[in-house]
């Protein structure tokens, strides 16, 4: 499809700028005014309407095609959070800031202020602060309170933060980002970060240890108590990556369980749309000691009843400018309202019957490498189909031919030709039903027509795109 | 109310196909003194009762002020069309774009509006968004030591309080340094930038417009960075850049600034996006994801996410950044709105934007007791003088329904009596006809 650039006829003009009701002032100096327009696309609102009308349709999103991305939690989104998130539309941040200006706001301090207490309740923390704007700013953030925490104890030797190999690459990235050197602990064969090398790895330059618990295999960890309790005897703090908090919801809160600090990807468990990459929100929840680390500003309720915000003198600073993505903190907000407390009991229960349900039915053709009852996902390994030519990733593009997103594939790394499947409490067994059989049909093929499976995707806009190509060509922008 | 599908029946079949007796069996593998001590929350409650309850929220939101106030996030207009495509279920119901033959409405947007970035800063590359405006400054700082190969970067204390707080915090792991120079009034003290730069400098940070409302000519700046190694980094407000030299113009490496004013919602915080732009050969030490455009088999044109050996989930602990969702659906609204306006359309709204704050400017300053702070060129705010304390003027203008401007007491102790005052096109003249006179009333009766 032509892009908007190319759609564009000099001398178009689409939405109109409303006339001026002041003087002309004088220009800005020369040197400080732009040469000439910006090259922005000349075009018509309703050739603007059709473009991003006809583009959104070159994709496969939840409201149109089951999306089974495992790790990734791509549940529906419901529609009644979607109006509740616009409520807040015209309310400017800065107002909270302002003198006196806190009493304007009370309705969205609110929010804030019970979404906190929510999500505390939910995963067994002391306090949650909302301002991390997506996952992987809140493991940042909550590496950054660690080490705030260490530093305050006059503890400043510890360097490492130890992470499974199967751990998401933000993990590492963002204990990285906070300046910490990393320290892989392999999966053992049961699945889980092996125990011994585990405490082989943990000495007195260990500031942290981060989980995922679900891992990214599907799969509890029984040892996770033991995990803590090593990691506290040798002076470090434990982080839970909440990416799989759905499985486990009303079942195992994180805090019980001797974790410090916690991150909740609102997208993921509390069914905010991933909005093509983003917007997420990342509030994360810390043990009673950690509290006073928490960045700044705290939004806290007097005891009047009223809101206020707070500076935070002891803590990490500020990580975004204001209180976090607040109209995503809205959706959640509603969420968790609208279903409460059995609600959530639910969304734990079905997310991990429906997994293992489409475990049990599809590994009779495809490896299982971890064959355990897993929780909200489950990771197959393509590596039979490979004896006949194909890769996970041909399995993934005939999906797309067949109206499927396909599943994470090549994730986590620790499994060669992963297939990881996420179906979430939403869907129906008729849809997994439907999903399984092509599955089962894309197993049926690779024996007896890889090409078939070579060649998918056929019924898509384009082909299969040559990435390397593309990172050679770093085309990034039309000219 | 519930959104999981299967009926009892469906549960029966599934456990029977699964092989265990119940669903509570399929937790199993979590030992009971591992179990939840408590999940106190109340019962659910239909939409009905939960669009009643929001309401009651929402009705105390301040929306009856009138904003003179900025602080990095705007009042601006969106057209219709922003919001109407936006909402498209196939846009926001998306996940990142790893598939790309199933994902190229995203992409191509995606590539879209990096366009439309390298447009507006004058700049060759840019990525798919970042979160913010303050963490895109950090980027940008943590991006300029990657290339540099050097640790202290110079910030520029006219460069937005907010985001220097966030500055520092994500250098203070990386025992980086911020060498921080204070203003010289409302301008940045281009002089005493220029002697803090030595070879160990990765980069100078600066702003445009500054905090305070000023533009300023940064070329001198870019020249004598350049002359010692280090990077320019120029965090701009995008409206600004329909009518002020773009930040390649004024020879910068690296842009960055806030999106929100781009078609996004102020809405309490965000969400929000955070653009950054550069030269090419600075490509590979971007963060965060980068379409980029290729052919498929066939040979026709199509999108995909590139330059992937720089990301977490193949570099881990190497990776450019940490960041994995970028703000890809406000990135689109910010492409949707300036493809909306078009050449034209933004140019007229920088120009306007322009002329209401020269405008208020002149009202207020003609106000008795109030004098103007920034004696050079101004884009949307201007910072003024008043006679008494200005957190006090703001909070008595805030019981009359006008938020007057931010008070810099606060950030920039010694300037408890002055106030940034911003004006976007969405501020009638009435309106600030209206701000100057309650401030007459309030310093004078």
């Known amino acids: ?479 | 109310m519930g959104y999981c599908p299967n009926t009892p029946d469906d549960i029966r079949d599934m456990l029977a196909v699964i092989g265990a007796a119940s669903v509570q069996e399929l937790f199993a593998p979590i030992p009971p003194e591992l179990r939840a001590k408590s999940f106190d929350l109340p019962p659910g409650m239909s939409e009905l009762e939960l669009m009643r309850l929001m309401r009651e929220k929402a009705a105390a939101c301040g929306a009856d002020i009138t904003p003179f106030i900025g602080g990095g996030i705007y009042d601006h207009f969106i057209p219709a069309a922003v919001d109407h495509l936006a909402s498209r279920a196939e846009f926001y119901t998306a996940y990142t774009p790893y598939q790309p033959e199933c994902a190229q409405g995203t992409l191509q947007a995606l590539y879209e509006y990096q366009s439309a970035i390298c447009r507006l800063t004058g700049l060759e590359a840019s990525n798919a968004s970042l979160y913010d405006g303050g963490t895109a400054v950090a980027e940008a700082a943590l991006m300029s030591l990657r290339i540099t190969d050097r640790h202290k970067v110079v910030l520029d204390a006219s460069v937005n309080p907010l985001h220097r707080e966030i500055v520092t915090g994500y250098l203070h792991g990386l025992s980086a340094e911020a060498v921080v120079v204070a203003p010289d009034g409302c301008a940045s003290d281009l002089a005493r930038l220029m002697a803090s730069i030595d070879d160990e400098t990765a980069a100078v940070i600066v702003q445009s417009p500054n905090f305070f409302g000023s533009v300023q000519d940064f070329r001198e700046l870019a020249q004598k960075a350049h002359d010692h190694e280090a990077l320019l980094v120029v965090s701009c407000y995008p409206i600004a850049l329909g009518l002020v030299a773009s930040p390649g113009e004024m020879g910068a490496d690296i842009a960055v600034g806030e999106g929100q004013s781009l078609g996004n919602h102020v809405s309490f915080g965000g969400p929000y996006f955070g653009f950054i732009a550069t030269r090419k050969r600075f490509i590979r030490n971007l963060p965060g994801r980068i379409a980029g455009e290729t052919i498929d088999h066939q040979g026709r044109r199509g999108f995909v996410l590139t330059l992937q050996a720089r990301e977490q989930h193949i570099k881990r602990h190497k990776a450019t950044s940490n960041i994995c969702s970028n703000q890809s659906l406000c990135a689109l609204r910010g492409l949707i709105f300036c493809a909306a306006l078009g050449k034209k359309g933004f140019e007229d709204l920088g120009l306007l934007n322009y002329d209401k704050a020269q405008y208020a400017k002149s009202v207020l300053g003609a106000v008795r007791g109030v004098d103007l702070l920034n004696p050079g060129a101004t884009f949307n705010e201007f910072t003024v003088a008043l006679p008494k304390d200005a957190a006090e003027v703001v909070q008595r203008l805030l019981d009359k329904g006008v938020a007057a401007g931010v008070p810099l007491g606060q950030y920039y102790p010694g300037m408890e009596r002055a106030l940034v005052v911003t004006v976007t096109e969405k501020r009638t003249k009435e309106e600030i006809d209206r701000l100057a006179a309650l401030l007459e009333e309030v310093l004078w009766s």
């Open chain 1, 1 to 479: 499809m032509e892009l908007i650039f190319e759609k564009s006829v000099s001398g178009r003009t689409g939405v109109r700028v409303p006339l001026s009701d002041v003087p002309t002032a004088a220009p800005l100096p020369d040197e400080l005014t732009r040469k000439e327009p910006v090259r922005l696309p000349e075009v018509g609102e309703l050739d603007l309407v059709r473009h991003y009308t006809n583009l959104s349709r070159r994709n496969f999103s939840v409201d149109t095609n089951f999306y089974p991305l495992g790790s990734c939690t791509m549940k529906y989104n419901t529609k009644v959070t979607e109006n509740v998130g616009g409520l807040f539309a015209s309310c400017h941040p800065m107002l909270a800031l302002l003198p006196g200006g806190d009493k304007l706001v009370q309705g969205p301090l609110a929010v804030i202020h019970e979404l906190e207490r929510q999500l505390a309740e939910i995963t067994g923390m002391e306090e949650v602060t909302t301002q991390p704007l997506a996952g992987a700013h809140g493991e940042m953030t909550g590496i950054m309170v660690i080490a705030a925490y260490h530093k305050a104890r006059g503890d400043e030797k510890r360097k490492y933060v130890i992470v499974p190999d199967s751990s998401h690459g933000t993990n590492p990235a963002s204990a990285a980002m906070a300046g910490y050197e990393i320290v892989t602990v392999p999966t053992a064969p049961y699945g889980d970060m092996d125990l011994d090398l585990f405490r082989q790895a943990m000495n007195d330059e260990v500031a942290a240890v981060m989980l995922t618990c679900p891992n990214t295999l599907g799969l509890f960890n029984p040892h996770i108590a033991e995990i803590c309790a090593i990691a506290h005897e040798g002076g470090a703090l434990t982080y839970y990556d909440g990416a799989n908090l759905n499985a486990i919801l009303g079942k195992v809160r994180p805090g019980d369980v001797g974790f410090d600090v916690i991150h909740v990807n609102l997208h993921k468990t509390f069914g905010t749309p991933h909005g093509g990459g983003g917007p997420g929100s990342g509030p994360i929840g810390v043990r009673g000691d950690l509290v006073r680390f928490l960045p700044t500003p705290r939004v806290v309720r007097r005891d009047d009843g009223s809101y206020a915000v707070e500076d935070h003198p002891e803590g990490i600073g500020r990580v975004s400018d204001f209180f976090g993505n607040f109209a995503i903190m809205m959706r959640a907000y509603a969420y968790i309202t609208l279903l409460g407390r059995e609600g959530l009991i639910e969304v734990s229960e079905q997310a991990v019957l429906n997994a293992n349900y489409m475990m049990a039915r599809l590994k009779e053709e495809y490896d299982l490498p971890f064959d355990q009852t897993c929780m909200h996902e489950c990771v197959f390994s393509a590596s039979r189909q490979v004896q006949s030519g194909v890769h996970a990733i041909d399995v993934a593009k005939y999906l797309i031919d067949r109206g499927f997103h396909p599943p994470t594939v090549y994730f986590p790394l620790n499994v060669k030709e992963a297939i990881m499947i996420e179906p979430t409490e939403t869907e129906s067994k008729q849809t997994m039903d439907a999903f399984i059989e092509v599955m089962l049909e894309a197993a049926r093929l690779a024996r007896e027509n890889p090409e078939r499976l070579h060649q998918a995707p056929v019924t898509t806009p384009v082909g299969r795109l040559d990435e390397t190509r593309a990172a050679r060509m770093q085309q990034v922008c039309c000219e």
